[in-house]
């Protein structure tokens, strides 16, 4: 149970990492000037990072070794 555990945080690790990198380079720096003027775009890349700072957290979460009070 706890290798299937590790595996599991791992593999949301890459995920969350994978769904950085695809924001930061696929669509930021490849953004025109008239998109980086868009407020839905702002608000897109405000939800997509908030969806990777809570992946993260959870990858944490999954990684810590569970406590038994």
Do not use: E
Not at 26 to 33: I, K, S, T
Not at 34 to 54: K, N
Request: charged share 10%; net charge positive; glycine share 2%.
């Amino acid at each position: 149970m706890r290798t299937l555990r590790i595996l599991t945080g791992v593999a949301a690790l890459i995920t969350a990492l994978v769904f950085a990198h695809h924001i930061l380079f696929q669509d930021y720096l490849a953004a025109d000037q008239q998109m980086l003027q868009s407020p839905i775009y702002w608000a897109f890349m405000v939800f997509a990072v908030s969806v990777v700072v809570l992946a993260v957290i959870g990858v944490c979460l999954l990684l810590k070794p569970a406590r038994n009070n």
